[in-house]
């Protein structure tokens, strides 16, 4: 996924000469072919935060498209005022880059474990927040991203991700979600890398005779609420995963829907529960642990049709 941004964001460095990248002290390796190309719009902040969205937003204020570029939590926790007042309330043309949101970093402490930037930044008004699911997912909202006025999140893995989409996406618009699978028993709505998940839960779940739906939603604000709306209807019940707490977050941003338009339909989320993660492992672990992998996901699931059966 990573990997896959650097590929867009080179090519729309070249064809508008007005965006500039910083990056707060990391990230040479992947950024160093726009460094070669873009030397004088290639800038680096150090390990200051704060300071890099400051920045970020008084070159916005000249007419210039900024992307701000880190890992886990530190381009959004550390300077969350900085991104509220000085990018967002002014409309500032200000992209904030998360590369390793999650459990991605999860050898390295809770303090580098990104779950509860989506919940943060979807809280903040007049911020759009991307969720892409894999590289070709990521291809297509970064595309938009830079083309579009405005604060932006992007949330990114890192990279070596699976591939879900085997070609390119073509036309996305924006905050459409994409239907990986169809399925006829319940619907697994994922925003994010831990897209790998939900698709691992239904293929399990097709081995017990169990029909899963599988839905990416790359746009986590605006919501795409029509496709949500139209599986609310259509299952009886229905699954969100993410990589982030359950609090705040995309499983909350369904369930706000199904609230107020009173569907019957059951939601239960798979995401992180309201804890600190005191665990440290590899990103799968981490996921295995906190009962957020495939596995997870699938016994969820059926827990969940077997409810419906015991109430009819």
Known sequence: MRDAFVRVLAEEMERNDRIVLITGDLGFGVLKPLWDRFPDRML???????????????????GRTVIVYSIGNFPTLRPLEQIRNDCAYHNANVKIV????????????????????????????????????D?????AVARTMLRMPGTCYLRLGRGN?????EAPIEDWTMPKALILRKGTDIALLSA???????????????????????????????????????LLTSFRCLI???????????????CEIAAENGTACR?????????????????QYLRQTYE???????????????????DK
């Open 98 to 133: 998360c590369v390793g949101g999650g459990f991605v970093y999860g050898s390295l402490g809770m303090s580098h474990h990104a779950t509860e930037d989506m919940s943060v930044m979807r809280a903040i008004p007049d911020i759009v927040c991307f969720t892409p699911g």
């Open 135 to 139: 590289p070709a997912e990521t291809e």
């Open 192 to 230: 994010g890398g831990i897209l790998t998940q939900a698709m691992d839960a239904a293929e399990r779940l097709e081995q017990k005779g169990i029909s899963a739906e599988v839905v990416s939603f790359l746009c986590l604000k605006p919501l795409d609420e029509e496709t949500v709306m139209e």
């Open 161 to 165: 991700e699976p591939k879900i989409h």
């Open 267 to 283: 939601v239960r989320r798979v995401g992180l529960l309201d804890r600190f993660t005191t665990v440290v492992g590899d990103q």
């Open 292 to 310: 957020m992998d495939g596995p997870a996901i699938a016994a969820k699931a059926e827990e969940l049709l077997d409810e419906l059966r015991r």
């Open 240 to 254: 969100t995963v993410e990589e982030n707490t359950v609090i705040g977050g995309f499983g909350s941003a369904v």
């Open 44 to 62: 680096n902040a150090g390990i200051a935060e704060q300071g890099m969205v400051s920045m970020a937003a008084g070159l916005a204020a000249t």
